[in-house]
Structures are given as C-alpha cells and as structure tokens.
C-alpha cells in the first residue's frame, strides 16, 4: 500500500477542521501554541514511512509518556505493577479523583494520572541496574531514565525535556498534586510525593515530532521486538497487552468512541499528540493542537478515522 | 490450524477449574444449573467446526442477547441510536444505577443493562416493515422479531425462549424495574416499562447451545457478511463497530481485564455463557456456568485465555 | 406575644415575592395552581390562633404527609424502623438514588422520597389492631388509616385526599417508581411495589390548608401531647426526635441553609407547604406555591425567616 | 438545678463503655494517648461551673478549632464566606473529596477538613487590623491570631499549641493536603497550599482541656456575647447561625445521629472531644479518646446523651 498518497489526502481533507477544536490552556506554555497546525507520520513494521504537514515540528508528548513509563514499570515489576493500579476504564474524566475514593487510593488503569503517578513512582523505587548512574548512585536520575528510555525506542538521542513546560505544569499542578497526595495517604506511594510529581512533569514535558512519536512505538506493532533494529524492547504478550490497555483506556472518556471510530490502540497526549498502533503493521502519530471536549485531539482524531478507513486497519 | 486437538486441549485442562465459580442463583431457574458444566465451538469463517464437551447443551444466553439486539437496532435506527445510549465503557457494575444519575438517563452503552433496554424500546417503536405481522398487526410481537433474528443468524429455527426463566426473570426482575422507571423519568423509553421490560427479560431467555451460538455472531467476523451463505447482516463497518463496543464494554466492569487477557470481542451473560468474534478469522462460544467475581464464566474465561494464548488470536 | 399583627406584617411585606418562584410542574393537577397565593397560621401551645392570607385555602400536603406517616410508623414498630432507614441528611437531592446503590438499599432518612416509601411500607406491614377494619379485615386500607391519623391530629374530619392529584402522580412517578424498585431488589419493602407506591402516592394527595396543618402538627410542639385535648400522640423523647429529624433532613439538601436562616424544625412539600415546629410554643404552616430551586416554597421560607426574627424563636 | 451530682452520675455510669472506641492512631502523637480517660465540664450562662473525671487534663482539639475559625472568619468577611463554602450537611465522611470534585471545589460546609481549610485560607488573606502583628507586620502569625481568639474567649492565656501534634499532623497529612490541593486547583485557596495548611495543622494541635473548652465556648449559648464578661464576641444572629451549623454538620455523617440522640448543637474532635452549646443554658466540653466508627467520641458523646437526658436540655 501506498502511504503517501493516503496522508496527503488526509492532509488536504483535514485543512477546514483545524480551527475547531481548543488549546490547552492551562499552562501559558501550551496555551500559546499555534492551533492551526497538523501533522502526521507512519512507520510500518518493514520500514516504510511517510509523513505530511509539521511531522517534524516538535511538540509536547504530554500523556502520550505514558505509554512509555508503564513499558519501563512493567519491564522492572512485572505483572506486580497490577496491585497498585488496575487496568479497567475509568467511566470518567483524565483527573476525577471520585473513584480512587471509592477504590481506596487503586487507580483504575496506568493511562489517566493518578495511574502515570503511579507508575513513576514504581520507576522511582525500581531504578535500573544497568544505568550507568544506577541505583544508589548520586548522579541518578529517573527523569533521565526515562528520557533514555524514549530516545533508545525512537532511536534519536536529541530528544529533549521542554523545561519551561516542565517547571510551568509543576507550578500550575494542584489536581495532579490532589491525586498524588490522595493515593500517598493510602500508602499507594512509595516516594515522597514531590519527588514523584516533578518526576511525572518532566516525563509529560518531552518534546517530540511526529516522525520521532511513531518510531518510538513501533516496538508495540512488532511483538515487542522494534523490527528495525531487531531489538527486543519486551515480549509479544507485554506488548499486545499494552495495546489492549490503550485501546480501552487510551483516550479518558472517550475510550470507547475512539475504538468505535477509529478502531485501534491509541494513546492521546494535552498537548494534541496521538501515537496510534496497528498491530503487525504500523505506528502512526499525528499532531494537531485544537482540542475536542474530552481533552483529545480534534482533528488527530479526525485525520485517524479517515486513515483507518482507507487503510482498513481497524483490529475489528 | 486444526483447532480440534487445541480444543480437547483446553477441555481437559479445564476441568480442575469448573468447579471455582459461583452459579447465578437470583432466579431459581438458574440457581438449579449445575455448575461443573463446559462447552465450547468454534465456527470458522471458512466453514471449519470444532467442539468440546458439553457444546450441544442448551443454557439460557443472557445479556449476550444484547448483542443481537444492538445489532437489530442499528439496523432499523441507525446511529440516531447513539443519541439514546453512549458507547463508553461504564467504569461500574452491570447493574449500576449511578452514572444513570448523573448522565440524566442516558446508559453508558447498548452491553450494560439499562442500554439494553433502551435499545429493546427501540426494537419496539420501530417494528419491522417486513416481517409477516409487520407494523400495526395485531399478531405483531417483538419477541418473535428478535427470535427470527437470533434463528435467522444461527441458521437454526428450532432456537426457543425457555418460559420459565423468562417469567422467573420478570418475578426478581426489581432491578431492572429500577432502570427502566429510571430511564422512563428522563423520557428515554419511549413504550410503557412493562412492555419494555417484558420483552427485555423475553430476549434474556433464550436458549442456546454454544453451536448454534458461535453459529449466530459468525456474521461478526466476517464484516457482517455470514461467510457460509453469503447473506449480508450488517454493512461491514457496522459488523466493525459492534465488535469494538463489545471489546470495551462486553465483560462490564471487567472489559479492560478481559481485553487485557483474551484480546478479543467478547460478550459474557450471566447464564455462563461467552461469544466472542476473531475478525476476519471466526466466532467462539464458550459455557461453564460458574461465575467469577465480576458475573462472567470464571472457566469460560480461563478456556477463552488459553484459546487465545495457543492460536495467537488477539486482535492486538 | 400577640402574633397577628406579626403576621399581617410578614403577609403584606411578603406580597412583592410571590411571582419569584417556579409552580411545581410535573402533574397537570400541581401546574396549574395559581402561584400568586399565600397563607399562613400559627397554633400556639396555649390554644391561641392567628393566621393571615389564603390560611384556609386547601393545597397538596405532598412531602410534609412524611412527618406523619414517620409518627405512625414509629408508633407501630418503634426503633426498629431504623433498621430500614437511617437518619443522616442525604446531601443531594430529594430523588437522587446513588446514596441507595452505595447504602445497598438503605435510604438516609424517612424524609426523603425512598425513605417515605420505606416508612409507608412499614404501615402496610403492621396494620393498626385497633382500626375498625384492621389487620385481615376485607376493609382495611392504610390510605384510610394514614387519612384517619391526619383528622385525628387535626381534629378535622372533613380534611380529604384529591384523587386526581393521587392518579396523577401514579401516572408520573417514574422516578419513584425506580426507588420503590431498586429498595425491592435489596428486601427492604415488604410489600409488592405497587401496593406501597399506591398508599404513598395517595398520601402525598391529602389536601389541607394552612390552618388545619398547624392544628395537626401541634403536638410535635408539645412533647408529643395535643396541648388542647390533652391526648398524647406520641412520647415526648420521640416528638422531639422527630424534630430532631425535621431539623437536619426537613428540606432536603437546603435543610442545612434552613437550620441557618430559620432556625426551626420544618418539612417541606413540593405543593408549596411548610409545615414548621417551636419547640414547647407554637406550629407553624406557610403555604405558597412557588418553588426555589431546592424545591422549597420560596415566599413561604422567606415568611418563616421573618416570622423567626421578629419573635426570636430560633432554637439555637 | 443542681449540676454537680448529674456530672457524678454520669461519670459513674459512663466507666463501663471508656474501653468500647478506638484512639486515633494515625499520627504517633495521638496513638499513644490513653484510652480509658473521661472527663467533662459545663458552664452555664449565669457562671455556674460542674466538672467530672479528668476535666483538667489537656487534649488535643483538633476539629473543635474549626468552630472558633469560623467565628473569626465571619467577623472577617461576613456572609461573603458563603461563596466559598456551604452549610448543608455533607452526607459523608469528614475527609471526602468526591462532592468536592462534583461541586467544582466549592467545600459543602466550614465544619468539614476542606471547608475549615477555606476558612483558615480567609483567615490568612484578611489578617487583624488591631492585632499588634497585623497586616503587613513582619511579626504577624495566622497561628497566633487563632490562638489569642482562642485564648480571649477562653480566658486563659496559658492555653498553647501542641507543637509535636502539629508537626506530626503536617507529616502524615496527605489527605489534607490532596484536599487542600484540590480547591486551589478550582481557585478556591488564595494562599500558597503549604501556608494555608500550615496554620490548619496549628490550629488543630490547640491543647485545651474540659473546663477551658467549655468557657471558650460559652459565648454561643449566650447569643454571642461571654455573659461573664459581658463582653460581646460576635452579634446573636451570627451566634445562633453558628449554632445550627454546628447542629447540621458538626459531626461529619453522624451529624443526623448526634441531633437525634443528644439534640444539641455540638462539635467533635478526633482527639476526642466535643464542645456542645445549650442555647441560653450553658456551654458543656467532655473528653474521652475512643472514637465510634464515625470519629467522634464514643463515650463523650452517651454522656452527652445521657446529660441531655436527665437535663432535658435538647432544643427539641
């Protein structure tokens, strides 16, 4: 099939949808980004790619690091990880806090926050062995960690931490300090909330482009094997396993209708970032910052729909 | 792949666990079923059967029948069926009444019990045209419309409603009760709630083998089309999206569990029962009528876990 | 303390809020009621009167029919009616139905719509010994006996339900239709659910006026005696717990703003009444058709503020 | 009436239940305080004193402090403080966050954790005037301030602030810190988070014991002003607001409880005390640490309704 011919077609069709959705607002970082902007890349699992728009324009990745922190957590504790957050829908909002009170401080799933928060948290407690400032060790760093992490699957070492977006979500971030206290007082953090929180902003902060957010996921395409390189990131069941916890949770509330229309595993980020798997196919992301009422992309959603329908890659 | 060995593989490696699970008692009709039962068949979208152990024994299927009804209310409505019901995942039980509050009676979607019967009200307001006793006649019955439908797709008119567990269901039936009236407040049933009602608990009764059960959602894997006669159902995006609803809300509250072990479509009733679609590649039924904690077959379940596991069946 | 000119003080300073508020609208038989309408009396412990406005105008008692069939109730089972309803203010709305699926079927008070039922199931359930055609009798009837229980405090035989606004509200009870039902599925009604939303539905149609009201709640101002006959209704503890009551749950989720601004024990119906307790000195009854939005007479509140502040009554 | 022998009685009658609750234990410092204490201590308005057991021996207040914020805090801003918070019960437990997150951060009332951190926040943003310290004083101390109110209404300037409580309190409180947290991201906390809860955890580690307690409380039964002194604190309005605010919501999702048994307005503490107000009677303080499963204190509060009892104090 040929891909570019399709997300040019894409890129064309989606033009009069790029004024409708809303920025992200809630930090003067994002908010003053450009709305009308789009772009969309693919990798497939033999190699091929294509692009259209600002594929190489960076962006914020936000929730979108998500995907990543749970693939290192699950690769440090295994399938412990599920005693501390669940891997069910939330029925809610990406920041409700009403069912960690009725679920005594257990996330729903690792892809809303107070999960992530989790998760960071069991990256904290669980550091690498094989880090070269490893555990124990002064100059250790998860941020860094992470940030590793994310440029060996994307295989490009010039991705970089947005700091300004960093220090600004630290600043402006009572909600997610309300969920990390709120589970710490159930004893479901093992750090110090701070530290765990300014772990959690850093690992929203990175910025990356289209081209560099697909070939990051590609490894969830491939079994778990990243098929250019051949390197194992984890094993096939991990892999399909994280699929399917993106494909019900990957995008809060509208979870269900992003599986309706779209049909795949897909994880959407605030800053209007989605990294979208076809499994033994592809890894696509798309980027287009106007936001539609569930915190989702407008038109990234839009510019999936179409692509899975032309494509007929939708895993039903 | 021949499947029958996989099967018998599964059949005996079953059996140390029919025993685990809690049978259904709230009507004594199923109360009585003896728990230590297993079935299951597999129709291929090529034809190919296989069946292991009790796969010709009739049990009532349930909340499965919701998907037959979905299906058949798309089909006369369209998506103007979406303005009635959603189609997130709940985040609660299958009973639950809450969110029903809170989203001023609009069901969360067509799988859990409230959007059941919103879509069962449907069926009734919008008789079929060409049905022998069509609109407007007095032999008219939807029960017997949504019988024909469920025979018609399993090729097998001798499928019944078991009368008593019907009548049974209408006796302890208070908490559907509850949701209808519920829904009725907020003027989202537009027949009375008995006949809502009545019909919903008629649905639920039908009685099936998991033959004829895997038989009838075949239609599911094949892009709507049943692949042995040739007769389209639904339009393929439509067969699509049914099998995306039931892979986020088919299983309840346990949905994101189920997608996360099985990693395919599936709908569970609380009879034991379990459909379950492989796109493109067929439709599994399973029985045992042993219940885990969240009101799905706890070895219907597991046999479904090991299906998928030996055959590499996920959709992810 | 000579009240009347108090009264026809608050009456004329009342004039210019009675166009405020909103007519209850939901039954044929409540929407048309006049809104402009305002009556008022008070019944002192000495047997002194005084009343201003329509005080003889009759009007649908509604919710504040609770008070009494709460005394009756208590009378037949004493405190093992609080095994079946607890005695907390609910914190939400007069419908609302989370609290009962969280409390598994238990409603917070007997003042609101579930808890109500629950309290008429219990009359149903304990038929009075003494009643001409009780228990067993072919004649008996708790409407009758509830009916009967209200002349008798009222000592005003002629006082009748309007059977038009009972049918109607049968006709649109779907919400508590749905309350009845969701008790029934946890076994705390007795009764089959028609038979209690039957007497609850007539109850609430018993139509009185301001002055007959006051008369028949003076015995709650007078630990539980009639100060005027000098019969004992109920014991004194029990009558200054059911003020008790009236206080934190009277009103809804305004009962807090109540206590504040009044300062009195009050219930509340939807038709516009307020029935309101001095303790040791005087009943009250305010009526005026239109409702804030808590669903509270809004003129009638205002007119119990003033009343309170210019005779000092506040408990507090 | 004779006070002193009814206190005896009570003591007598009250040992058997001092070992039924259970201590707070989630801070060390007051997990280790001694279970089976009691002591009590009333003051009525015409400066007759009683006390009992232990009513000299020092507590902590905790929750009690909130009734004396909220006093400051109306004689601050007045009836704007209820755009900031509410008066209606909250129907849960004292430490929800749920209707927080349903009523957009806007606290149900000020006798609640959230909302006395909404008050101590006014407290912080509207400093003293005339305190020698005030406003713009580098020596100026919210801390301070609430403990020299405490200290005037108490007449006794020895009363402090346990400092081991408070630090304990600030290092265990998560869950008012997720709380605190939670409002500041709805903009409902002015001041930094870690200020305002500073002075909250202060405020709760006040040290007082029965008799000191009951005096600083004598105020609010004699409708604002000390009636020993003469001197008025706040206007009588105000003080029987207080009053019914204290009676609705003083004792967390008991509060429907307290009012049924004791049927006085009352505050308690998870220290174990409870400050009750007999309007224009007295004001009555008792202390024994067990806790009910509600928090507040078991035994203090069957003295409290045997007191009531015997007294006929209820305001019912």
Chains 1, 2, 3, 4 share one sequence.
Not at 131 to 138: D, F, H, M, R, T
Not at 202 to 218: D, K, P, S, V
Request: charged share 20%; proline share 4%; aromatic share 6%.
């Amino acid at each position: 099939m040929d891909l570019q011919p399709i997300l040019d077609g894409i890129s064309a069709k989606i033009r009069p949808h790029l004024s409708d959705g809303r920025v992200a607002d809630y930090i003067p970082a994002l908010a003053r980004v450009e709305r009308e902007q789009f772009g969309m890349a693919i990798v497939t699992c033999e190699g091929q790619t294509a692009q259209t728009g600002a594929a190489e324009t960076l962006f914020s990745i936000q929730s979108i690091s998500k995907v990543f922190t749970l693939t290192m957590a699950l690769g440090k504790i295994g399938n412990n990880l599920w005693h501390r957050v669940g891997r069910e829908p939330s029925g809610s909002a990406f920041n409700s806090i009403m069912q960690l009170e009725t679920e005594h401080g257990i996330p729903r799933n690792p892809l809303i926050n107070a999960g992530a928060i989790v998760v960071t948290d069991v990256i904290l407690s669980n550091r690498s062995l094989i880090s070269e400032n490893g555990i124990g060790e002064p100059g250790y760093d998860a941020v860094q960690e992470i940030l590793d992490f994310v440029r060996l699957t994307a295989h490009d070492p010039s991705i970089a931490i947005d700091r300004e977006v960093a220090e600004s979500e630290a600043a402006h971030g009572f909600r997610n300090a309300s969920l990390a206290n709120f589970m710490k007082s159930f004893g479901n953090l093992e750090n110090p909330v701070e530290r765990s929180l300014r772990v959690y902003f850093h690992q929203c902060a990175i910025a990356m482009n289209c081209e560099q957010l697909a070939r990051a996921g590609l490894f969830l395409a491939a079994d778990g094997r990243d098929p250019i390189s051949g390197k194992k990131v984890v094993s096939a069941p991990r892999a399909r396993r994280i699929n399917a916890i993106m494909l019900t949770c990957g995008h809060y509330d509208a979870s269900g209708d992003f599986a309706f229309k779209v049909g795949l595993p897909g994880k959407s980020g605030v800053g209007g970032g989605i990294l979208c798997i076809v499994p033994d196919v592809a890894a696509i992301a798309v980027w287009s910052p106007g936001l539609n009422k569930n915190g989702n992309s407008h038109a990234g959603t839009l510019a999936l729909e179409m692509l899975a329908k032309e494509t007929g890659w939708s895993i039903f």
